[in-house]
């Protein structure tokens, strides 16, 4: 067993996907779900993992949220992961060596998929910062897109990979532009200007960008999926945000 590193989950209506993601944390001692508000089959899911402590709260923004779900852990190095992430076998037997120092924070190396094909121009495989000494450092306070805050420490990736499923099918990408482009909008209300062109132009260069200069096209059908979800994502980034800022 992992005794030494909490893993940290925040979920709402995670039912697809939580099973997955917790079926391959067995070597973990101490996994922290927070549910914020699920209304499907979540609870009982997670109810049935022994080496997982189930807390309920609200939701603050993803950042702040992160955080708080963090105070719940038993140990101070955490692993924090997304409900639709699973950990591959590899990546398993890199950490159970793992050295940790405190002067660094740890990227998880992941691969994208939509529904089960790996996505491999619109997402490409991202490296992002998820284990951290909770003493040392913490999540910042976006809404959305939060990262753990480096400061003065060191990098290091991971072994193996992470498998990430965001999207199963074309409903879960409606519903999460409408999530994260409304705390996009709370998130920058005031802070940054906005208009109707302004975004029009973003989401017109989202799909171009997402299309056409990362190749989305190589992906075929999911990559036409993908690229016009940025588009529309962008959009309503965006023109929340101006009718958030006119009434303010």
């Known amino acids: 067993m992992i005794k030494n590193i909490s893993v940290v989950i925040i979920v709402k209506n995670g039912e697809k996907s939580i099973k997955s993601t917790l079926d391959a944390l067995f070597k973990f001692s101490n996994v922290v779900v927070y549910d914020n508000g699920s209304v499907d089959n979540t609870l009982n899911i997670v109810s049935t993992y022994n080496n997982v402590d189930l807390v309920q709260?609200?939701?603050?923004?993803?950042?702040?949220?992160?955080?708080?779900?963090?105070?719940?852990?038993?140990?101070?190095?955490?692993?924090?992961?997304?409900?639709?992430?699973?950990?591959?076998?590899?990546?398993?037997?890199?950490?159970?060596?793992?050295?940790?120092?405190?002067?660094?924070?740890?990227?998880?190396?992941?691969?994208?998929?939509?529904?089960?094909?790996?996505?491999?121009?619109?997402?490409?495989?991202?490296?992002?910062?998820?284990?951290?000494?909770?003493?040392?450092?913490?999540?910042?306070?976006?809404?959305?897109?939060?990262?753990?805050?480096?400061?003065?420490?060191?990098?290091?990736?991971?072994?193996?990979?992470?498998?990430?499923?965001?999207?199963?099918?074309?409903?879960?990408?409606?519903?999460?532009?409408?999530?994260?482009?409304?705390?996009?909008?709370?998130?920058?209300?005031?802070?940054?200007?906005?208009?109707?062109?302004?975004?029009i132009l973003n989401g017109g260069f989202s799909f171009f960008k997402t299309y056409i200069l990362k190749r989305g096209f190589l992906d075929g059908y999911a990559g036409l999926v993908i690229a016009f979800s940025h588009m529309a994502t962008n959009f309503y980034k965006y023109i929340k945000l101006y009718e958030l800022n006119q009434k303010k």
């Open 57 to 199: 709260g609200d939701f603050l923004g993803f950042g702040m949220t992160k955080n708080k779900a963090a105070t719940y852990a038993k140990h101070d190095w955490v692993l924090s992961l997304d409900a639709d992430e699973v950990i591959s076998e590899d990546f398993l037997i890199g950490l159970e060596s793992l050295q940790l120092n405190q002067a660094s924070v740890y990227q998880i190396f992941r691969k994208n998929f939509y529904q089960k094909k790996h996505i491999k121009h619109c997402w490409n495989n991202d490296k992002i910062v998820r284990l951290y000494h909770r003493k040392q450092t913490g999540f910042n306070d976006k809404k959305v897109h939060e990262s753990i805050l480096i400061n003065q420490l060191n990098t290091e990736l991971l072994a193996g990979f992470v498998n990430h499923y965001p999207y199963r099918n074309i409903s879960d990408f409606i519903k999460k532009l409408d999530i994260y482009s409304s705390e996009f909008a709370l998130d920058n209300i005031g802070k940054k200007s906005s208009s109707p062109i302004r975004a």
